[in-house]
């Protein structure tokens, strides 16, 4: 889910998505449009664009919205080096294909603050569905990404590289340490198909109805249902071209003479 953060005309927005259709390899601005109009109405500045994680299943809008935005700088968590390494080599990628840490404005750690004008942020490191997964904390609220969901889907796989699902059990408990009222903002809910998605639920919802992880759940038990979970899980359909624009802050590559731009996708075989 993208968010738009505000407080008078200062604004930040959090992990925005872009369309992909898949058949015929096309990036679309349609989901941004709303908040692209939202934001101008307003008369918003935009000071910050906050990946939560490199995500897995939707390309990022952070680069578009920077050419819309001149005032917005791209953050995520410095770990997306270590994620950057990975998939240069997942993607046969030379080492020198670009810097690690490009072309995000800010790496952010555990503990970081981030000013947006009349807004700030406090960053909570929550590594286990990625290596690097951040929450932000606001006076209103938490902005989760994906390490918890709403309480009936649980929590974010960890079975892409660099996942752990210890870790990502450590990182649910520093969320259930906040206070039970905080309001939590989900990166996803996966409703049935009758009902519409919710986004905003609280600590002590998650820590009392958790599909995976109550206040009460043993850390083994979380672990070995995880891990046990994650084995029937297929790939996102947009896992290849999300992570490969993803890991370059949603920068397309440069296009060809002929005008086309291409990324890798990696393939196995049978035979």
């Known amino acids: 889910m993208t968010y738009v953060a505000y407080q008078g005309h ?3 927005i959090i992990d925005p998505a872009l369309d992909f259709d898949l058949s015929e390899m096309k990036l679309g601005r ?11 109405k307003n008369d918003l500045k935009v000071h910050w664009i906050l990946e939560t994680h490199v995500h897995a299943d939707h390309v990022t809008g952070a ?41 995000f404005d800010r790496l952010l750690k555990d503990g ?17 569905h990625t290596p690097a997964c951040l929450c ?25 590289p660099g996942g752990d699902a210890q870790q990502l059990f450590q990182s649910i408990q520093r969320i259930y340490q906040l206070k039970d009222s905080t309001p939590l903002y989900v990166g996803h809910d996966y409703p049935p198909a009758d009902q519409s998605p919710n986004f905003k639920t609280s600590v002590e919802e998650e820590k009392q109805s958790n599909n995976h992880v109550k206040a009460e759940t043993p850390k083994d038990e ?12 297929s790939l996102p359909k947009l896992f290849y071209p999300s992570l490969f624009l993803n890991m370059r802050g949603g920068k397309l ?9 291409f990324i890798t996708i990696p393939i196995s075989a049978s035979f």
């Open 10 to 12: 200062d604004a930040v």
């Open 30 to 40: 349609e989901p941004l449009t709303p908040i692209i109009d939202f934001i101008r």
């Open 63 to 103: 680069d578009l919205l920077k050419s819309e935005f001149p005032s917005a700088k791209v953050a995520i968590s410095e770990k997306v080096c270590d994620v950057q390494r990975t998939f240069k080599s997942i993607f046969g990628l030379k080492n020198d294909a670009f810097a690690e840490g490009w072309p």
């Open 112 to 128: 970081d603050e981030i000013q947006a004008g009349e807004l700030s942020f406090k960053v909570l490191a929550t590594p286990g």
């Open 136 to 160: 932000y904390v606001n006076a209103e609220g938490v902005f989760t990404g994906d390490a918890i969901f709403m309480p009936k889907g649980g929590t974010g796989r960890c079975d892409f």
């Open 222 to 233: 979380f672990v070995k249902f995880r891990e046990t979970r994650d084995k029937t899980l």
């Open 253 to 261: 590559p440069d296009k060809t003479a002929s005008g086309q731009r």
